[in-house]
């Protein structure tokens, strides 16, 4: 029987042509072999040496085929990473969080956390890693989280009881902010914190086989310019413009302008400005209502 670390060695040379941008044929054989034997990766290198049981080789070389027809690793293993904390991802169910996303939870939760009586609103939550993250960052807020996924929805409530937020984040499934803005509590600003599609349609055939091919188009596209659900969800939040209103969306570079536009056109007083990460990159939009 092979060992673990023929394994490792035997996939890391497989790998070694891949042509995914993130693929790191070490880093990718070492957590995949971990998974089929259901061990730590810290075992795993801490006893190369022991023999694998055929039904676990058989596991690793399924996955390790997988892989090299681009499937993302975060797919594989079912989980992914996001600011430090581990959250189940599906395919064809969830994104894969991104730092982008981190940079937008982390300035979010600079710009709030002087508004105790805070309702943070995460549209589209996914896995909910946003909702989690606003929940640890935020502890006095009150946090809601929609999908119109019920299959998310599961995804997200098992990640925050998972993560220890079981209770701190109210689940709603419905169109975009509809269903938390029924019934918001009176007199308490409202943040809606978005990562919602915003690729253009045309976009979607040139995008990496393990994008393409894996995750959900429906989280991915949105329109001839991508910013058809922003636009949605702007009518929506215009119904509560009485209220100081604060957005933290997510975008390209260039669509700044564009949904700068889509903002003021509903929120004429509101003060925008781009969010940046550490190199200066609009990875979008951050705004007041000035109501």
């Known amino acids: 029987m092979p060992s673990a670390k023929d394994l490792i ?10 042509r995914c941008p993130d693929a790191e044929p070490g880093r ?15 075992w795993l290198l801490a006893h190369s040496e022991t023999a694998v049981a055929p039904a676990a080789v058989r596991r ?21 990473n996001f600011r430090g904390r581990t959250f189940e991802v599906r395919r064809g169910t969830t994104l894969i969080p991104r ?6 939870t982390l300035a979010a939760a600079k710009e709030l956390s002087r508004l105790p009586q805070l309702v943070a609103l995460d549209v ?16 006095q807020a009150q946090i809601i989280a929609t999908d119109a ?15 220890g937020f079981r209770g ?6 419905g169109d975009l902010a509809a269903p938390a803005l029924r019934d918001l509590p009176d007199g308490r600003p409202l943040a809606v914190v978005a990562n919602l599609p915003y690729l253009p349609d045309s976009s979607f055939a040139s995008l990496p086989p393990e994008i393409r091919l894996y995750e959900p188009k429906n989280a991915l596209v949105a329109g001839p310019d991508g910013l058809d659900l ?12 009485h209220r100081p209103l604060f957005l933290f969306w997510e975008a390209l570079t260039e669509q700044y302008e564009p949904l700068k536009k889509i903002v003021m056109e509903k929120f004429p007083s509101a003060s925008c400005r781009p969010i940046a990460n550490d190199t200066g990159i609009t990875i979008g939009l951050a705004a007041s209502s000035g109501s």
């Open 9 to 18: 060695a035997e996939g890391s040379e497989k790998l070694k042509d891949h």
């Open 28 to 42: 990718d054989a070492v957590f995949l072999a971990a998974h089929a034997l259901n061990r730590s990766r810290e």
């Open 60 to 80: 690793y070389r399924a996955l390790l085929a997988r892989r090299l027809k681009h499937e993302p690793l975060s797919y594989l293993l079912g989980t992914a």
């Open 99 to 104: 730092w982008a996303t981190e940079t937008l």
């Open 124 to 139: 589209g939550t996914g896995s909910g890693c946003i909702a989690v993250s606003l929940a640890a960052d935020l502890s």
């Open 149 to 163: 996924s019920a299959s998310a929805l599961a995804i997200a409530k098992r990640n925050a009881a998972a993560l």
């Open 168 to 173: 701190c984040v109210v689940f709603r499934r």
């Open 230 to 241: 922003y636009r949605r969800l702007a009518d929506q939040l215009a119904a509560v413009r």
